[in-house]
Each structure stands twice: as C-alpha cells, then as structure tokens.
Nanobody, 120 residues
Framework: QVPLVESGGGSVQAGGSLRLSCVAS????????MSWYRQAPGKEREFVSQ???????SYADSVKGRFTISQDNAKTTLYLQMNSLKPEDTAMYYC??????????????WGQGTQVTVSS
C-alpha cells in the first residue's frame, strides 16, 4: 500500500484560509492524476479538485475561484490552497492518487484524511 499523508487541516473562521498538503512517497514513477475529495458528516465523499498528469486542473463548482490545486516541481507533494472558506467547506479532506497508465492504471490510492472545520 502506497502511503499518502495529508496535513494542514484545522479550524478557521469563515473567510479564512488553509493550505492542505499531501505527500505521495513511493509512487513518484507511477503517480498519475492527483485529486482532492472531501466528506462531510452524513454525506457522501465528493470531488473537490484534480490535477492531471499534464498539469491541467479542474474544480467542483462549489470551490471554483476559491480553491487552487498545485504540486511542487518534484511532483512529490500535492497542495490545496483554500481561501474564503465557508462553513459548508467543513469536512474531512482526502488526497487520492491514481496509478499511472504506464504502471497498469486501474488503481487508486487514498490518504487517511485531514479535518477542516470552518466556523461562522
């Protein structure tokens, strides 16, 4: 199992910012698309943002214009910059790494999650 370790969660007031990080050790050669998902209590896990192998990004409508996904030059760390946070952003945030096609694809790796709590 390839570990993905998220960090950066915490408690902030509405309007504040947080930056989440996800370190994908051991998957550098086989790392494909990278994504952030979130799951609020009592709700299903939902897509937040993705950066694909070519560097193209996509966002859920609910976070577009407020969140920015990026990765470092070595592509070992994935980030999610979250600005103008709202109470409805409160959730456990998960990092997901897809196994690259040249390594066989067809497998996703998930981190343990980092909690984000936004108070009004």
């Amino acid at each position: 199992q390839v570990p993905l370790v998220e960090s950066g969660g915490g408690s902030v007031q509405a309007g504040g910012s947080l930056r989440l990080s996800c370190v994908a050790s051991g998957l550098t050669r086989c790392k494909g698309d990278m994504s952030w998902y979130r799951q609020a209590p009592g709700k299903e896990r939902e897509f937040v943002s993705q950066i694909d192998i070519g560097g193209s990004t996509s966002y859920a409508d609910s976070v577009k214009g407020r969140f920015t996904i990026s990765q470092d030059n070595a592509k070992t760390t994935l980030y999610l910059q979250m600005n103008s946070l709202k109470p409805e952003d409160t959730a456990m945030y998960y990092c997901k790494a897809a196994r690259a096609p040249w390594c066989g694809g067809l497998k996703d790796y998930w981190g343990q999650g980092t909690q984000v709590t936004v108070s009004s």
